[in-house]
Structures are given as C-alpha cells and as structure tokens.
C-alpha cells in the first residue's frame, strides 16, 4: 500500500526531508518566476495581436451576419450573405482566376527557386552571398513597388518593351491586354516571390550533414542522383512549407492587379480576383457586410485548398 507523503511536524520528518521539502519549494518559485517572465515579454505581443488581429476579426464576422436595409436599417441576416456569395458568379470567376495562376505559376515559381537552390548549395557557383543577394533582393521591394515598376515596363504607349519593339517595327507586345493580364501578373509573383522559396530552400539544404553527400559519392553516386535521394526527400517539409505559402499568396492576390487597374482599367475589373472584389465591395459599393462575408467565404477556400496540399503531400510522403 503507498504511504501517505510526510508532513513536516510528523515525528519522522527529518532534516534531509526538511531540505528536500525546501529545495522543492524553491524550484517551484522558480519555475513560477521563469514563467510569469515569459508572460510579461510576451504580453506586448498579445496585446497588439488582440488588438490589430483577433478583435478586427471577430467584428468582422459579427458584421458579416448582418445586412443594411433602406427600412429598418442593419438587420440580422444570418447566413444569407454566405449564401448570397456562393452563388455570385462574380467571386467565382475571380477564384478560378487566381485558381488557374495557382495551377501554372507556383508549380514554374517552385521549380525555380529549387533550381537556384540546388545551384547555391553545389561547388560549381562562386560569390554565393552575391548571388543569395540577387535573388533575394526583388523580395525586399514592396509589391506595390514592384507591380509600378512592371507596369512601367509593361505599358502599351511610354514602356520601354513597346518603345524597342516599335524600333524593330514589330507589333508591341500585349502583356496588358485580357489574352496576356494574367500571365504578366504571374510573370510580377515569379519575379518577387523566387528568391524567397529559394532562401527556404536554401536553408533546409544546408541543414542537410555532410557526411551523407561524403558517402553517396563514396558509393559512386553522381551529382543528380545525390539531389534526387538525398536532397529531394530532406528538404520535403521545407518544399511543402513554400506550396503552402504560395497557395495562401496567390488565393489573396490584391496588390499587383489593383495596380495595373489603374493602367487598364477596361482589362482588370473590380472583381478580378477575390480580394480585389471584396476590397470594391467594401470601399468602392459601401457593402461592408457582404465584403466581410466574401473576406471569410475566401478565408476558408484558402484553409480547404492548404489542407489538401499538406494531405495530399503528407500521403505521398508515407508511400
């Protein structure tokens, strides 16, 4: 039978007890000290994400339940507004845009940056940190920067692509018209985002021990075999973790179309992709309730299509 834990007035409680008792008393003050410091640091992160994410959130879906009235004024709809979204054809039509962008640039985007990649962690590339640089640095220019300075070089009457094509008298390149949008749009992502996959990748690569390259190549393995068994398979979570990333980047494409909008405005309409249409509803029409509800309509077309990612990857890792 297990006995009773001694109290410390209990005739056998000795010295050693006492000293243990005390010793135990203290690493619990210490462990309570330890983690109501941690705490207090992270109380200002808390706070402002309290502030500036989880209450802004929770406003919008209780707004998004509701609906203006010309008589009676805001009036609780429920679900209608969600409803009244899935069967817009108009925020379709702006995900299966982002959706075909999805399909054909990530996949170009992905393979890009793993090329670079592979190429930064081989012995054939000299000035990595330049070269690291380079890649990166279209990644540090803000998007709007970035969706200005193409369309810039996009532009049909002053870009400078139409001016050397004019001078070779040949027809100026229609990278602005409906048939070529959304591939310049592609073309803006691949540019800024590549550099980013690749420093992910990059990374993982790096993590990868020596040793097991030093054996390959004892074993008479070549430079492309080495890649596929035993870089490929490594650096898995950090390939899923960049698809993931720009599946969660293209669905909330907003920057670079509401730029170039400005440059064609009869090209790109106000509901060219999701985001852009629910940034229109709210700002351009005042429905501030049914933009809400397009915003978490979005929100959850983007867990659904990141789920399956990781699932359909996860399953394809096991096999």
Known sequence: ???????????????????????????????SRRVG????????????????????????????????????????VGLQNYVHAFQDSNFWEGVRRTALLLVIQVPVMLVLAMIFALLLDSSIVRFRTLFRLG???????????????????????????????????????????????????????????????????????????????????????????IARYIKFPLITPALVLTGIFSIIGTLQLFNEPQILSTLVPNVIQDHYTPNLYAYTLAFTDQQYNYSAAISFTLGAIVFVGSYIFMFATNRRSLR
């Open 135 to 225: 890649f990166f640095l279209p990644y540090a220019i803000p998007s709007v920067v970035s969706a200005l300075l193409w369309g810039y070089l996009y532009s049909p009457s002053f870009g400078p692509l139409t001016q050397v094509a004019n001078v070779m008298h040949l027809p100026a390149p229609g990278f602005l018209t409906a048939s070529g949008m959304l591939a310049s749009i592609g073309n803006i992502v691949t540019w800024q985002y590549t550099g980013y996959n690749m420093i992910i990748i990059y990374a993982a690569l790096q993590a990868v021990p020596s040793e097991l390259y030093d054996a390959a190549r004892v074993d008479g393995a070549t430079g492309w075999s």
């Open 37 to 76: 410091l941690s705490y207090l640091f992270l109380a200002p992160f808390l706070l402002l994400f309290l502030l500036f994410f989880i209450l802004p959130l929770g406003y919008a879906l209780w707004i998004s339940l509701f609906a203006d009235r010309l008589v009676g004024g805001s009036v609780f």
């Open 1 to 31: 039978m297990k006995q009773p834990p001694l109290e410390i007035d209990d005739p056998g409680f000795t010295a050693s007890h006492r000293a243990q008792k005390r010793a135990a008393v203290r690493g619990s003050q210490r462990w």
